[in-house]
């Protein structure tokens, strides 16, 4: 039985989901593959990325290291592939390390015959995920094991954790989830020409998590957050712009303030670009990666897309994949 589990992207409550607060991310038709089958010895394959176990002078997978550990998978070849979540300049930022771990949790368990939930999926993948790299929201594990649109929060001081739909529990802190309906069935995003260390990132913006000007910035990401949520499942573009204009200013002072280029010269000059007809917001932690580009209207994004791909930028058209992880035939 082989498994699939989608990419994601955060569009709002970035760096603020650390702090407590609610962030909205989706799941989108980027998609990590794992293809199983019966073999005596353990073997897991994901190419130019890496094997388990490693072979002589090649790349370890932490992650999949970590789950086989966990799991007590002794026996099974494993072939990880993924499609579109990178560009001819590297990787696009679309969570292909959640998506890997996801996938292979759910082959792993389906090839030893265990239940496979997704609040058991994401238990494991998100549990490795800290144990590995000692941070992280599991925001990006959740959009790839529930699909769709998660409000979410990670072991927050958020009102609205009360009135999240699932409540999961983990080794290192607790998720609740709720997944929202939307009109809208795919985002505009753009290559910013340049990859961004989200891991690099996020530590050097929690060396000031003690600061009055840190908290006032997460407190605005959160805001805009819930701002953004509200938009997203009305499908009211002005609203999104505003909400997505006030999270750019809390980023770039955050940026400011941590002296780290959240919002990039490549921000800036595709938000010149785009001017009145729309807006331009940084996605996951900023830095590069992918830029959310919104139309003000359907029209005007759809004429974006086609002028900036005529002028030499990389736009990918996201759509919204429901489905989260998969088992397949």
Known sequence: MNSQAPGKVILFGEYA???????????????????????????????????????????ELPFIKDVVQELGVKNGRFDLSSTGFECSEGKLGLGSSAASTVSFVGAALTSMGRAMTPETVYKIAQTSHRRVQGLGSGIDVAAST??????????????????????????FGVAHVTSVTTPITSILTVWTGQPANTKTLVKAVHKHRASKEDANCMAQLGESAKAGRLAWTAGQRSMLISAAQSANEATSALGHLTQVGLWTESHQKLSDYVGRRGCVKTTGAGGGDLAWVIGSTQANEQDLEAELSESGYLCFRLKIDNNGLSLLG
């Open 146 to 171: 529930l699909g769709g649109s998660l409000w979410y929060n990670w072991d927050g001081v958020s009102s609205d954790r009360f009135t999240h739909e699932k409540r999961i529990e983990t080794e």
């Open 17 to 59: 989901v650390l702090d407590g607060y609610d962030a909205l991310v989706v799941a989108v038709d980027r998609h990590v593959q794992t293809r199983s089958r019966p073999q005596k010895t353990l073997q897991v394959d994901a190419g130019r990325f890496g094997c388990h176990p490693p072979k002589p002078h090649g790349l």
